[in-house]
């Protein structure tokens, strides 16, 4: 179930980041807006990390 998930409602439900910073962060991660967690490639998977851990 987790991997249907749209990214963008995954980011919206962390604390401090509402619609706008989670558009930037997808794009800066190379995201697109309707990508679900489950199609997420290495590269953007630990490029969002990254940018939740800073």
Known sequence: M???TRV???L???P???PARV???MAICGVEENQRI???NEQQRER???A???
């Open 2 to 4: 987790v991997g249907r």
């Open 8 to 10: 963008v409602q995954v």
């Open 12 to 14: 919206r439900a962390v």
């Open 16 to 18: 401090g980041y509402g």
């Open 23 to 25: 558009t930037a962060l």
């Open 38 to 40: 489950g199609a997420l």
């Open 48 to 50: 969002l990390l990254r």
């Open 52 to 54: 939740l851990i800073s």
